[in-house]
């Protein structure tokens, strides 16, 4: 609808044709073409335009506009006018045959064939042709489409713009073969009369890089059964395909004509063509030869009979590269294996741990002391003690001195700070696997610390003294306990977790086995006394109140408004501001509550929930019935006994 008017456009009746006069004369116009196919224009009479094109329409108009407006469209006058398309008019176009959705359409009058086969869907994928769609105008046919030229070409030449009461048809497909396998496009194609395979094969991109091109199985129906086909290349350009033909492209194998493979100890491993009249000893000249470290004694070369049946040749390559030894000729998809030194023997190493600051597993070298081990392991650590380091080595054959039931034998030494070993000492080498230790100085330890809050003159942080340090030591070392002190309020935590504790008793006798020895991390906490109580749990209005001696657990209760219908009263527990916790205890169907202390917390439990019977009515019915059974059979087994 927004395009340029067309210069070819026919103008027919509801188009709208805009004329715009401008110069020395100013005036625009909008006709709209009538059923009769003529326009009107002040007081000119009739212009007829209908089935001109475009710019047959202009000069007609211009022509007659002249008695208006003397020598339009020429310098002389200064007067020009334009004529462009307004609003253009709708056509009905009617798409029978195969097409998906067939019927009468009404499209712009700017429609063309494509246009009008997307909105009925296209030819049906089951039985239309995309390659015989024929446009009719007036009984008789005008254009034949072919979509391919469009798919294939980007070729629009019979994509002609569409006139009202324009027919399309889509014929019936004549043939259609289908092309799979290592193809770039495989699909169903159809096939015209006089095209070859090799025209399908172009219609589907060619081939792809792993195709296997000298030949194409092709599987045919007949009148009574299937046919399989093979279709050598050469047939391919004059081959003529047949309805059903299905047409499979393989990959060519994942096998080669001239290859041989060496790997191991040579500067070069990889894969080499056969040359006709290779030799193993030339391969390995071409693969830059041995490396130092070739184990030359033993090669293998791994070949396959004739029955793929797989075979191992050894080959001395010390003789074979000095010539001692007769050259041995290869065969395809032969491999040769050269093996290292280091691929015959385990993995050499040795372990170092202790007071070293990268402890771990090092490769192994030869001559390797332990000086050298010890500064790859980063150095000694901070208190590590060079007088006493071990190695334990492995037992292999000798055995000497050894008691029998000794696997192992271990070595020690002594070694300064600068690493320097006594001159005996210095000489011992490391043999693979051994493992060195390095102990740590007996007194050698890391700053251990606690921290004492509250009620003391000297709050905070202190390092742990000795291992023997205890709990009154520490209050000692903080100064010692304020007037203000609530002891009975203690807090003493051990990695995250409240260690009941009676400061007051360990006090008066430090001696008691409440007086905790210290560890690192451990914190005590001295309040001042707490006038407060806390209820909370299954009360009426849990709630903060003020202490008072005379006051007992169940006044507490009664001023939170007392227990709720959910209070399992027997289980109310107390937390004491120490973290003690004491329980109620019930005797003979009384109970005592604990005590009242200030800064404690009751707690009053829920009530656990019933869960409620699993069994269906049916299930509880027939449960019933057996044991009422049950009943009755023991009933009769007692009288009559």
């Given at each position: 609808?927004?395009?340029?008017?067309?210069?070819?456009?026919?103008?027919?009746?509801?188009?709208?044709?805009?004329?715009?006069?401008y110069g020395n004369a100013q005036q625009n116009y909008r006709a709209k073409v009538s059923p009769e196919g003529v326009i009107k224009l002040e007081n000119l009479s009739p212009i007829y335009v209908n089935g001109l094109t475009i710019e047959q329409a202009e000069q007609r108009i211009v022509g007659r506009l002249r008695q208006l407006y003397s020598g339009l469209n020429t310098t002389a006058s200064g007067v020009f006018a334009t004529i462009t398309l307004g609003s253009i008019r709708s056509i009905k176009v009617t798409l029978i045959g195969q097409v998906?959705?067939?019927?009468?359409?009404?499209?712009?009058?700017?429609?063309?064939?494509?246009?009008?086969?997307?909105?009925?869907?296209?030819?049906?994928?089951?039985?239309?042709?995309?390659?015989?769609?024929?446009?009719?105008?007036?009984?008789?046919?005008?254009?034949?489409?072919?979509?391919?030229?469009?798919?294939?070409?980007?070729?629009?030449?019979?994509?002609?713009?569409?006139?009202?009461?324009?027919?399309?048809?889509v014929n019936h497909y004549d043939t259609r073969i289908e092309l799979t396998g290592e193809i770039k496009q495989p699909a169903i194609y159809e096939v015209k009369t006089g095209e070859l395979l090799k025209n399908v094969l172009a219609f589907a991109g060619g081939f792809t890089d792993k195709a296997y091109t000298a030949s194409l199985t092709l599987r045919r129906n007949t009148p009574k059964e299937l046919q399989v086909v093979t279709v050598p290349a050469a047939e391919i350009p004059a081959f003529v395909p047949q309805p059903g033909d299905h047409y499979s492209v393989g990959a060519i194998i994942d096998r080669y004509e001239n290859r041989v493979t060496i790997n191991g100890a040579i500067f070069r491993?990889?894969?080499?063509?056969?040359?006709?009249?290779?030799?193993?000893?030339?391969?390995?000249?071409?693969?830059?030869?041995?490396?130092?470290d070739a184990f030359q004694n033993r090669a293998t070369i791994r070949r396959l009979r004739e029955n793929l049946d797989p075979e191992i040749i050894s080959v001395d390559l010390r003789k074979l590269m000095r010539g001692e030894a007769e050259d041995i000729s290869l065969q395809r998809e032969d491999v040769i294996s050269i093996l290292a030194y280091s691929d015959l023997r385990e993995h050499r190493t040795v372990h170092i741990q202790g007071a070293v600051n990268k402890p771990g597993v090092f490769e192994y070298a030869d001559s390797m002391s332990i000086a050298s081990l010890i500064v790859m392991a980063g150095g000694f650590s901070?208190?590590?003690?060079?007088?006493?380091?071990?190695i334990a080595r492995r037992v292999r054959k000798d055995t000497t001195d050894l008691p029998a039931n000794q696997n192992v034998r271990l070595f020690q030494f002594e070694l300064n700070e600068q690493l320097r070993l006594s001159e005996a000492e210095a000489r011992f080498v490391l043999s693979p696997f051994?493992?060195?230790?390095?102990?740590?100085?007996?007194?050698?330890?890391?700053?251990?610390?606690?921290?004492?809050?509250?009620?003391?003159?000297?709050?905070?942080?202190?390092?742990?003294?000795?291992?023997?340090?205890?709990?009154?030591?520490?209050?000692a070392r903080a100064g010692g306990l304020?007037?203000?002190?609530?002891?009975k309020a203690t807090r003493f935590i051990r990695r995250g977790e409240v260690v009941s504790v009676d400061l007051n008793r360990i006090m008066a006798k430090p001696t008691d086995t409440g007086n905790l020895l210290l560890l690192q991390g451990d914190s005590i906490h001295i309040p001042r006394k707490t006038e407060?109580?806390?209820?909370?749990?299954?009360?009426l209005n849990p709630a903060v109140i003020d202490f008072n001696q005379r006051k007992s657990i169940k006044s507490y209760i009664s001023e939170s408004g007392g227990f709720t219908a959910k209070a399992l009263r027997r289980k109310l527990y107390v937390v004491y501001a120490n973290g003690k916790v004491s329980r109620t205890k019930v005797l003979l169907g009384a109970r005592f509550y604990p005590y009242s202390e200030p800064g404690m917390e009751v707690i009053v439990p829920p009530k656990p929930v019933r869960s409620e019977s699993k069994l269906s009515p049916a299930e509880r019915v027939a449960v019933m019935t057996g044991i009422t059974s049950l009943a009755a059979v023991v009933l009769t087994i007692i009288r009559l006994f």
């Open positions: 609808m927004r395009i340029p008017t067309p210069k070819n456009y026919q103008v027919g009746p509801e188009d709208e044709l805009i004329i715009d006069v998906v959705k067939p019927g009468t359409y009404t499209l712009s009058s700017l429609a063309t064939v494509f246009n009008a086969l997307y909105v009925a869907g296209g030819p049906d994928p089951d039985r239309g042709s995309f390659r015989d769609i024929r446009v009719y105008r007036g009984n008789r046919v005008i254009r034949t489409l072919d979509i391919y030229d469009f798919l294939l070409r980007a070729d629009q030449k019979d994509n002609i713009r569409l006139q009202d009461q324009d027919i399309i048809f491993p990889g894969i080499y063509a056969l040359q006709k009249g290779l030799t193993l000893r030339q391969l390995i000249t071409t693969a830059e030869g041995l490396r130092e901070d208190g590590a003690t060079a007088t006493r380091i071990e051994d493992q060195v230790y390095v102990r740590t100085s007996p007194r050698y330890e890391s700053q251990k610390s606690v921290i004492i809050t509250g009620e003391v003159p000297y709050p905070g942080s202190y390092p742990i003294r000795d291992k023997s340090e205890r709990i009154t030591e520490l209050i304020r007037p203000e002190a609530y002891l407060l109580v806390r209820i909370r749990g299954e009360v």
